[in-house]
């Protein structure tokens, strides 16, 4: 079974704070990405890799940044919290072809 | 970006009434796939389909690709309660994934 591992279920910040979030995957995925969910508002794309070393922005990257170092982590850092940043943050990957695998998401609170 | 425009946003059933979810986008799509999320929990793949007019099930559920590849449906007969959550509609271009804004279904037991 493919498995997308977030780090942390629940996870609460002070403002100001730089947070980040890991995500790994154990299928050799080459595509990972991060969205986040708000009620009423769907699946965000904030931002998604195709590489190591490669990232594209997605609909809502202000405020956020990612590195991929390896083919299997994708990092999602908020430099400096802030409470509109309070969401489910959703890591996934895929292959081109295929259906994308979430992790089980991250409820992040920025107090 | 694409748009994928999913509609109803919300429906509620009794439980043993069918549902139905649709996407509709106004270009052609290169594959339609769908998604379940559970109430607290992450959207799960379902299906994805490719060809023009394919129809695929899985036991209560029934997927529809439109003719012109322009529009999907999401079919559950008789719904009961485990069915609850959100249905999401997806096309994956290669390397990036276009969601739909989802449908919510309530089953009423």
Known sequence: DVKVTQSSRYLVKRTGEKVFLECVQDMDHENMFWYRQDPGLGLRLIYFSYDVKMKEKGDIPEGYSVSREKKERFSLILESASTNQTSMYLCASSTSTEGAFFGQGTRLTVV | ?109
């Open chain 2, 1 to 109: 970006g694409q748009q994928v425009m999913q509609i109803p946003q919300y429906q509620h059933v009794q439980e043993g009434e069918d549902f139905t979810t649709y996407c509709n986008s106004s270009t052609t799509l290169s594959n339609i796939q769908w998604y379940k999320q559970r109430p607290g929990g992450h959207p799960v793949f379902l299906i994805q389909l490719v060809k023009s007019g394919e129809v695929k099930k899985q036991k209560r559920l029934t997927f529809q690709f439109g003719e012109a590849k322009k529009n999907s449906s999401l079919h559950i007969t008789a719904t009961q309660t485990t069915d609850v959550g959100t249905y999401f509609c997806a096309e994956n271009t290669g390397n990036q994934f276009y969601f739909g804004t989802g449908t919510s279904l309530t089953v009423i037991p």
